[in-house]
């Protein structure tokens, strides 16, 4: 017998598109002057942090990798990061941009795919991590040029 290949469902469509949407909004943030803008202060930025760093995945990322617990990551890893020193680089002022803290967060899951091996099941957790933190940058940038469209529409109304 013949096996006919089965047409993709309506659902596993959508999740196609909305995927490769995705995709292309990831790759258009260079372009954003949005994504490369200094805040003036660390709000935005610190809610941002909060919203990524509550995700059940980030528990593993949250403070920086025991040497005792991972034997050679001090030799394997030269620029290790966790979430709690990016936070410190928030308040700190040393992250500025949605792109800065996007790069840094880049950083840990690299460095965790890196140590641990692409099959593993913290590689696992961490395209999770990495998947979930996209989602909520594209969200923060949607939000931050709605404000910014409703603050300069407000500033051009006739009073």
Known sequence: QQQQQQQPTEVEKKKKRLALEKQKAL?????????????????????????????????????????????????????????????KMIVARMITSFSSLHQRIGLICHNCVKFNGRESDYAVLTREFEDFVDDKVLEALKNAAKSASAASAAAVAPH
Request: no cysteine; proline share 7%.
């Open 27 to 87: 790759l258009a943030l260079d372009e954003s002057e949005m994504y490369h803008r200094e805040h003036g202060d660390t709000k935005e930025l610190l809610a941002l942090y909060k919203k990524i760093s509550s995700h059940r995945t980030a528990v593993v990322f949250r403070k920086p990798v025991n040497p005792a617990e991972a034997p050679g990551y001090k030799e394997r890893i030269l620029f290790p990061m966790d979430l709690s020193l990016i936070r």
